[in-house]
């Protein structure tokens, strides 16, 4: 059976269902609510900060490299209704659900300085790539 | 490049860094210290069993034979005396110092270990160890300070350069990105790791690894965790994710420490903490001790940090070296992920360190630190190298005791007259050591194993027979008849006697 959830985007961005975690995301001037976890290890994409085109996200635990449009691709279905949404979690899961608001790092301008100042997350390392991972960056504390 | 110290599976004092206090000094008089190193050695867990093995119990940890806690530690070993029994004993010793500020706990319940468990962590034990380890880490780590240079880097980029030619010379180049290592997954089998293959017990002599490494492996990132409190800035938040990574993110089947239990069960070898306590060689105590006592003593933290960027880095082509080995030696059935895992996540563990970690420090720190940097990199490959020694030294050696029996037959009568008889029956303790000169050891009566590695076949001596055991190498003897007599003497030997 489908559940439904209905949510405040002005005051939650992130529902968690059971273990597995979702944030909103904002990309092409859209809202989406996406699974925060990176395919390489499940590092938190929530926290990731954006390439300098700003088309991919950089992961904060191995810096790999995850397309936003492979991002949005996780979604759950949800209707927005201003900051209403109303959101179809997966089915067959009855795992308990929570909605809360934390830190969103994901989307902040690729050059957005960190809240402590110190500048975003490319500041202070050289591109270094294997595969699909490259600069590590230094992921804003 | 080939990884053998096993753990490092995981830092002359530079000016400029107020490193000189690393090894602490004057902490109780010598007479004190020598009554609480005596006292240490004679508790119950500390003393040997008869078992070869030890299982279901990690505060079992034999230090010796009787009379190991007797032994003067005032003066610090040399270089020359880094494989001696010496520093087989005070590792042991140590080991179990860093390790008793370690949760360890059987996996098949605490209930038959209850007693022990009070007394490895009781008031006792840890008074004792207190007044020990100082000498203790002076005698083992003070070499360091003689033997290993002091390279003339001073600033970040002659860093940067450093740290590339030396991983490069250690066959660890980095990609073409110049910021990770270069992993050649399909390299052939060189070094120790062909040594291994290709000698006549392959089997026993990758266990022998294995049984290296599990002296970190089995308690995998626990010295690093002491690095993870307190607040050092974005270094601090590097690290963690190491930690993370090698703790499984919470997931304790995906915890290394786990899977390498798995690649152990896989090809036969107990997974117990410990089991091969017997079989750790001196270099293998010495090199994990380094990282705990770097770790314990947060002076050491700059030379962990290198070290650790240092060996990360290596560990990448280093585990596929290993993964290649184990996989010609023991076929399918070894369960190699631990070692496909590491060469993956070590190219990124290798990255972190060195940009975040390393270079890192060094940017928020300044050149101030930079010397001892480098000295935990320079101390790392002192150890690495006097590792892969040992350890190549010990399976040539176990690979050939028939070989060695028939020189020991050769060089029966050329022995000193220094002869010590001992009796030996199957339910007497059992201990490994290690000796400072050449020994034959001979049977005079009934037949003895020699525990030479970890293996269910092990060498047997029956009357008459005369063994050469050269200097540093590991071994027990054991009764396989109802009693056994053995006598040992000295042999000076010269280099044609082999």
């Known amino acids: 059976m489908t559940r439904v959830i209905v949510m405040d985007l002005s005051r939650h961005n992130t529902v968690m269902v059971g273990h597995d975690r979702y944030f909103i995301l904002q990309a092409d001037g859209r809202r989406l609510l996406v699974r925060d976890y990176c395919p390489h290890r499940g590092g938190p994409l929530s926290l990731a900060r954006r390439t300098p085109d700003g088309r991919r996200l950089s992961c904060p635990w191995h810096g790999t490299k995850v397309g936003v449009a492979a991002v949005q691709r996780t979604c759950l279905p949800m209707v927005l209704s201003g900051d209403e949404a109303v959101v179809l979690l997966p089915e067959g899961e009855d795992a308990p659900v929570s909605v809360i608001r934390k830190e969103v790092l994901a989307n902040l301008p690729p050059d957005a300085p960190c809240a402590d100042g110190t500048g975003g997350p490319n500041t202070r390392t050289t591109g270094a790539a294997t595969g699909d991972a490259a600069t590590t960056g230094t992921p804003c504390p | ?113 209850k007693a022990d468990f009070d007394l490895f962590y009781g008031d006792e034990v840890r008074r004792l160890r207190d007044v020990v380890r100082p000498g203790l880490e002076r005698y083992a780590f003070s070499f360091l300070d003689d033997a290993v240079p002091a390279p003339q880097v001073r600033t970040l980029e002659e860093l940067q350069e450093y740290f ?112 091969y306590w017997n079989f750790y060689l001196p270099s293998s105590l010495v090199g994990v001790n380094y990282f705990n006592w770097l770790t314990e003593d947060h002076r050491g933290m700059f030379r962990y940090m290198a070290a650790v960027t240092y060996l990360e880095w290596l560990f990448a082509q280093g585990f596929a070296d290993t993964g290649v080995m184990l996989r010609a030696v023991y076929g399918d059935r070894v369960d190699a992920k631990y070692c496909d895992e590491h060469a993956h996540i070590d190219v990124h563990h290798g990255r972190m360190t060195y940009e975040n970690l390393l270079l890192g420090l060094a940017r928020a720190h300044g050149e101030i630190v930079i010397p001892e940097l480098v000295r935990g990199i320079e101390d790392t490959k002192l150890l690495l190298r006097l590792g892969d020694e040992d350890f190549r030294a010990q399976i040539a050696w176990a690979d050939a005791l028939d070989t060695y029996t028939e020189a020991g037959a050769r060089l029966a009568s050329a022995a000193g007259d220094d002869a010590a008889a001992r009796t030996l029956r199957p339910g007497d303790p059992f201990s490994t050591g290690v000796r400072d000169t050449d020994t034959l050891v001979e049977v005079t009566g009934g037949e003895v194993e020699v525990h030479a590695w970890a293996t269910e076949h092990p060498h047997r001596l029956g009357k008459g027979d005369v063994l050469l055991v050269p200097k540093s190498r590991l071994h027990g003897l054991k009764a396989a008849s109802g009693e056994a007599r053995v006598t040992v003497r000295t042999i000076e030997r010269t280099s044609n006697d082999d």
Do not use: W
């Open chain 2, 1 to 113: 490049m080939t990884i053998t110290t096993g753990p490092i599976t995981t830092g002359t004092t530079p000016a400029g860094m107020a490193a000189t206090g690393m090894v602490t000094t004057g902490a109780a008089p010598a007479a004190d210290v020598s009554a609480a190193l005596a006292a240490y050695c004679e508790q119950r867990i500390f003393q040997p069993t008869p078992d070869v093995y030890i299982t279901g119990n990690p505060f079992q940890r034999p230090i010796g034979p009787p009379g190991a806690g007797a032994r003067d530690f005032s003066v610090p070993a040399t270089e020359a005396e880094f494989l001696g029994s010496g520093q087989l004993i005070a590792g042991r010793v140590l080991c179990n110092a860093y390790e008793s500020d370690m949760i360890l706990l059987p996996p098949a319940g605490l209930a038959t270990a």
């Open chain 2, 164 to 275: 590339l030619t030396e991983v490069g010379a250690a066959g660890a180049p980095a990609d073409a990105s110049s910021g990770n290592p270069a992993v050649d997954a399909g390299a052939p089998m060189a070094g120790t790791m062909r040594l291994i293959a290709e000698c006549g017990h392959p089997e026993e002599a990758a266990g022998l690894h294995l049984i290296q490494l599990a002296l970190d492996a089995l308690t995998e990132a626990s010295a690093m965790a002491r690095n993870l409190g307190g607040s050092y800035g974005v270094e601090q938040s590097e690290l963690f994710k190491i930690f993370n990574d090698e703790f499984g993110y919470g997931v304790y089947g995906a915890k290394h420490s786990t899977i390498f239990k798995e690649m152990l069960a896989s090809v036969g070898l107990r997974t117990d903490l410990h089991a």
